[in-house]
């Protein structure tokens, strides 16, 4: 005589969580919510507390071991081991003089912030471009791109990529120069990719002589961009302070110039020269500035933008 299993509920769960299925009425984990849920936390990394590490690591680790001696800033958030932002990664890396760090291309699409040292240029996709302080330069995905120390001191600057997204997504590749490096290089004072410190601080000045002196400015870097990441470069005059602001999209703002304090959700986050602020998506923030401050702000607003999911209010 055969036994028939009664037809309960359990046995219903039972049987379609055999075949990798579950009910939509009773989820283990919510798939819907009110708004974005606070995931990665707001965070700063200081230079000053880096930099010392980074000279260790000149001294301990060659070329041979890491061409590209970084340092990447991960979101301390439980479980991350990688991203600063759910979209974009940040390091800061050196490079010290006669060291040079071979061509290769990927997918992320990459720039960097010039904080220290002069001497130092990048080439990307056959373009050499000095890398000065207070410059920012792109690296699109996929374009050819390695850097050199010719000069006698060592150069610091931050990297941001939006790899994070590309390990999201997973259309990542990864290919190293087969010579090297570029073999037929043009050797350029200015190039589309590379945005020159003097030329921000006047496009800040003009701003500026139109919005008045005690106001807080901005100027978007352009018109090249990157097809993920939109940069801003924010003044803030001594004592003033930014408009508080949550958005969908997820930042990071380097510290260009100044001092100051970033206030994310309730959590003060001091800062001055060098320094990295994480600020995930739907955190409420305002910057304030001790001293006449200048902010570059890595954004995914492009990312959310072109999805229809960029959203900001007044916080």
């Not at 507390?49 to 970084?70: H, M, S, Y």
């Not at 000069?151 to 790899?163: A, I, K």
């Amino acid at each position: 005589m055969t036994t028939t299993a009664p037809d309960t509920l359990e046995q219903l769960y039972a049987d379609f969580a055999a075949l990798n299925m579950e009910g939509g009425w009773h989820r283990r984990f919510p798939a819907l919510w009110p708004e974005p849920r606070r995931n990665f936390l707001p965070h700063a990394w200081h230079y000053a507390q880096v930099k010392p590490i980074l000279d260790r690591a000149g001294r301990l680790v060659d070329t041979a071991q890491a061409e590209r001696r970084n340092l990447t800033m991960f979101n301390p958030v439980e479980g991350n081991i990688y991203s600063t932002v759910r979209t974009i990664v940040a390091a800061y890396q050196m490079i010290r003089p006669g060291e040079v760090a071979r061509a290769h291309r990927h997918t992320p699409n990459a720039l960097r912030l010039i904080l220290e040292g002069r001497g130092t240029y990048t080439v990307v996709d056959g373009t050499q471009v000095e890398m000065r302080p207070g410059d920012v330069l792109l690296t699109p995905g996929m374009a050819w791109h390695s850097h050199a120390n010719g000069g006698t001191e060592d150069c610091y600057w931050m990297d941001f990529l939006d790899v994070p997204l590309v390990h999201l997504l997973e259309p990542m590749f990864y290919e190293p120069h087969p010579d090297g490096i570029e073999p037929n290089v043009t050797v350029a004072d200015s190039a589309a990719i590379a945005f020159r410190w003097e030329d921000t601080v006047a496009a800040l000045d003009a701003a500026q002589a139109e919005a008045g002196a005690d106001a807080t400015v901005s100027v978007d870097l352009g018109p090249a961009q990157l097809a993920t990441i939109r940069l801003r470069m924010i003044r803030i005059p001594a004592g003033g302070q930014t408009a508080p602001i949550r958005t969908t999209a997820n930042s990071i703002f380097a510290v260009v110039r100044g001092s100051g304090r970033s206030e994310v959700d309730g959590q003060v986050l001091e800062w001055g020269f060098g320094d990295t602020i994480a600020i995930p998506a739907w955190r409420p923030f305002t910057h304030f500035a001790d001293e006449q401050a200048v902010l570059l702000q890595v954004t995914d607003e492009p990312v959310m933008a072109s999805f229809g999911w960029l959203r900001s209010e007044t916080a």
